[in-house]
């Protein structure tokens, strides 16, 4: 069976519904089209679409575009069981029809791959928000699960129907969702490969609704979470460091090892907690967890406590000494952590 084609639309554009005429005349695939609250404004769009001949599905309010394509998910898995898959699109027209269909066929033919219509950003009508908000994007990907992809942000995207019902457990409802995506790819056992697109943008990407702080710091929230939890940790590790150093072992051989020793465990604890109740919200059992997190605790606090040792001895400054050596040790600690330590839990917005 075909794989279907999804498109969430919002306030689309005037030219949407040549978009899908277009679409229409060159492929017989199911076109699905989830209306996300555009509104009474928008009916007629959508009624004109639906005579066209596509699935018209409707949210009475804007729920995010996450939402929109859960919807679609859902429906086709209660509607269309019998289907391949399904391949993302945009309203906007930014995604040609041509690589559509090319999305669709190799997602018809593999049932692993989550395939990615990856756009060229080098080029010089790329708008500079969708050209850097993409690069830094993908940069946080690749320092977080070790993938390396051009493209984070692409909207064409081709699912396979077999993991259609994981797909609805990945949270977030808005642009985050498909970063999230992206992140949980690996635990589902999907390979993520890129497929060459044409890059289109419509004047400066004025009508895009990517809310350009709101939804990144939905996207960015996981990461920035991190950091919130990492660097609370690390203000009472410090604090408590010393305290020890300076009220409660002042004249003991052994004070710099100690008070390092038992800041770290400290710290370590409220970390642990806030990382597994706030960061990565995980629901498994917290003994194979914590002992995840165990084992990187010491790792950390040998290296730290060998660092700060052996760094005393060239430099006078001991408490930049240890701030410098964990602020190096932090960006470690997020790579081990969200791939080893919490990983099938995933990103909780």
């Known amino acids: 069976m075909k ?26 695939r199911p ?28 949210h009475g309010q804007n729920l995010g575009k996450g939402a929109a394509l859960k919807t679609a998910m859902r429906f086709q898995l209660r509607h269309i069981p019998e289907a391949s898959g399904i391949v993302t699109a945009d309203s906007d027209g930014q995604h040609r029809v041509t690589d559509i269909l090319k999305v669709a066929s190799l997602v018809e033919e593999h049932q692993d791959t989550l395939f990615l219509g990856a756009r060229q950003f080098d080029q010089d009508h790329v708008p500079f928000k969708s050209r850097y908000g993409n690069l830094l994007t993908a940069k946080m990907f690749q320092f977080s699960t070790g993938t390396a992809l051009s493209d984070t942000q692409t909207g064409l995207r081709g699912i396979p129907q077999s993991h259609l019902e994981q797909m609805l457990e990945i949270p977030g409802r808005r642009f985050e969702y498909e970063m999230n995506m992206l992140m949980q790819a690996k635990e589902m056992r999907l390979t993520l490969e890129e497929v060459p697109i044409e890059t289109i943008y419509f004047g400066n990407n004025e009508h895009s609704h990517f ?9 960015y929230l996981p990461f920035l979470k991190f950091i919130a939890s990492s660097g609370l940790s690390a203000v009472f590790d410090i604090l408590f460091f010393v305290i020890l150093l300076k009220l409660v072992f002042p004249t003991a051989p052994n004070a710099l090892f100690a008070a390092t020793a038992l800041a770290r465990i400290s710290s370590g604890f409220l970390n642990y907690q806030l990382n597994r109740r706030f960061v990565f919200k995980t629901n498994h059992k917290q003994l194979k967890e914590a002992g995840k997190y165990a084992l990187l605790f010491v790792s950390q606090l040998l290296l730290s406590c060998l ?13 930049l000494i240890k701030v410098v050596v964990d602020c190096g040790i932090f960006f470690l600690s997020f790579y081990i952590q969200r791939r080893f330590v919490f990983k099938r839990g995933g990103y909780e917005i």
């Open 211 to 219: 809310r350009s702080v709101a939804d990144s710091l939905l996207v």
């Open 31 to 58: 076109i699905i089209v989830v209306d996300d609250g555009s509104g009474p404004d928008y009916q007629s769009v959508f009624e004109e679409a639906k005579r066209k001949g596509v699935i018209l599905l409707t």
């Open 3 to 28: 794989a279907s084609i999804v498109i969430p639309a919002y306030e689309p554009e005037p030219h949407f519904l040549t978009f899908l005429a277009n679409l229409l005349c060159q492929t017989d």
């Open 307 to 319: 660092l700060v040792q052996g760094l005393s001895g060239l430099f006078q400054h001991i408490i």
